[in-house]
């Protein structure tokens, strides 16, 4: 159980395109989501929360403008790179708490590896 | 300042050595603390967890942790390395703030 799913797993766009990466929950609802950005060899750097029904919490640093999170339902969020350039390159997971469990462990999506050229 | 502290960047032992991976953290509020493994290209996966309850905590493929609030550590330990065992391996905490921070991560090489 508890299953995250994340696509696409890579993406390949050039500068200037705008890229959506989804975050679906398959088997649980979660009401929150976080996204984290991966740099090679790098720990993982929360960018933000992602709250159904309401404004992502985004984390200092980290541009609402440019990393556009919706979470529209309990088991799907989507983070869109918007006007890509070749410095957001980088390693995007996705993660997911079960509902009403805030100790609990965080699921994670595969990734998805962004390529911008 | 609260924060996560993952000593040794790299880690590398022989097949059948016992591995010891550190994490310390530093926090007001007692936290929730948590192993993670990366393989590449891949998300996270749950080694461990601790979050209230017993200090020495059991998780899958054979490795454990144990809770020192008076050293402020979570260290992962497993008696003999696998050679599947190489991957990444992030500590992470929540401060009771409903987020997860992470270690910098350690890079386990298991040699034959």
Redesign the interface.
């Known amino acids: 159980g508890a299953v995250v799913s994340q696509h696409p797993s890579w993406v390949i766009c050039k500068s200037g395109t705008s890229v959506k990466i989804e975050c679906r929950s398959l088997d649980f609802q979660a009401t929150t989501m976080f996204w984290y950005r991966q740099f090679p060899k790098q720990s993982l750097m929360l960018m933000a929360t992602s709250n159904e029904g309401s404004k992502a919490t985004y984390e200092q640093g980290v541009e609402k403008d440019k990393f556009l999170i919706n979470h529209a339902s309990l088991t799907l969020s989507t983070l869109t790179v918007t006007s890509a350039h070749p410095e957001d390159s980088s390693f995007y997971i996705c993660s997911a708490r079960l509902e009403g469990r805030y100790n609990s462990p965080l699921h994670f999506g595969n990734g998805t590896r962004l390529t911008v050229t | 300042a609260q924060s996560v502290t993952q000593l040794g960047s790299h880690v590398s032992v022989s097949e059948g050595a016992l591995v010891l991976l550190r994490c310390n953290y530093s926090s007001s509020v007692p936290p929730?603390l948590?192993w993670?493994v990366q393989y590449p290209?891949?998300?996270?996966?749950?080694l461990l967890?601790y979050?209230t309850g017993a200090t020495l905590v059991k998780g899958i493929n054979g490795f454990e942790a144990e809770f020192k609030k008076s050293e402020t550590s979570f260290h992962l330990t497993k008696p003999s390395a696998h050679m599947s065992d190489a991957a990444e391996y992030?500590c992470?905490v929540?401060f009771r703030a409903?987020?997860?921070?992470?270690?910098?991560?350690t890079?386990l090489q298991v040699f034959p």
């Open positions: 929730y948590f993670y290209n891949q998300g996270l996966q749950l967890k979050t992030f992470a929540d409903d987020k997860l921070i992470f270690g910098t991560g890079r």
